[in-house]
T-cell receptor, first 116, second 119 residues
């Protein structure tokens, strides 16, 4: 079974450029999460969706960050314009909601973003 | 206050020995779940084990077990018979709230513990 798919795996861009990260959740999962991981701040939740609807975007750093989930099998995280401090590993994760009691999140391999 | 505290930035363990990684949590919600994830040097996050706040018994999954002490609000991960492949970062995480709500799927992660297994 395919896990969470993220692309690209690595992205190097110059300050001021637009960056788009992509995620395909596990088929059938109805909740999707975007995280950012840095040495200084650890793993931070940026935004999450339930049934394609953004539920909580309070972790999004600022207006330069935006996320969309146009359908159940695709989500994007966009940074425009990018800055060096955005350099991090960005993870996408998904989980199956409903009447279950575990809700473990399955993570993608991450996108390592470097902004020079 | 931090919701998840992992006080050990780094730990060493001899191969084949057992090791305990500490995790304490803070919540006023009676319904919550605790998770442990492993992140090897390759970077992926791997789900290991789960403990629900109402579970009567400590969770176990193969060589992993969770020492759940509810009154102390601790959920320590025990790895038995350590292997070289266990060298990784380990993260404790918590989900709070009623399972029926959409907001209950969110996880809060600790800062992690780096485990190194010595041959």
């Amino acid at each position: 079974d395919a896990g969470v798919i993220q692309s690209p795996r690595h992205e190097v861009t110059e300050m001021g450029q637009e960056v788009t990260l992509r995620c395909k959740p596990i088929s059938g999962h109805n909740s999707l999460f975007w995280y950012r991981q840095t040495m200084m701040r650890g793993l931070e939740l940026l935004i999450y969706f339930n049934n394609n609807v953004p539920i909580d975007d309070s972790g999004m750093p600022e207006d330069r960050f935006s996320a969309k989930m146009p359908n159940a099998s695709f989500s994007t995280l966009k940074i425009q314009p990018s800055e060096p401090r955005d350099s991090a590993v960005y993870f996408c994760a998904s989980t199956l909601g409903g009447r279950r009691t575990i809700y473990e999140q399955y993570f993608g391999p991450g996108t390592r973003l470097t902004v020079t | 206050a931090q919701k998840i505290t992992q006080t050990q930035p780094g730990m060493f363990v001899q191969e084949k020995e057992a090791v305990t990684l500490d995790c304490t949590y803070d919540t006023s919600d009676p319904s919550y779940g605790l998770f442990w994830y492993k992140q090897p040097s390759s970077g992926e996050m791997i789900f290991l084990i789960y403990q629900g706040s109402y579970d009567q018994q400590n969770a176990t999954e193969g060589r992993y077990s969770l020492n759940f002490q509810k009154a102390r609000k601790s959920a320590n991960l025990v790895i038995s018979a350590s292997q070289l492949g266990d060298s990784a970062m380990y993260f404790c995480a918590m989900r709070e709230g009623d399972l029926s709500g959409a907001g209950s799927y969110q996880l809060t992660f600790g800062k992690g513990t780096k485990l190194s297994v010595i041959p």
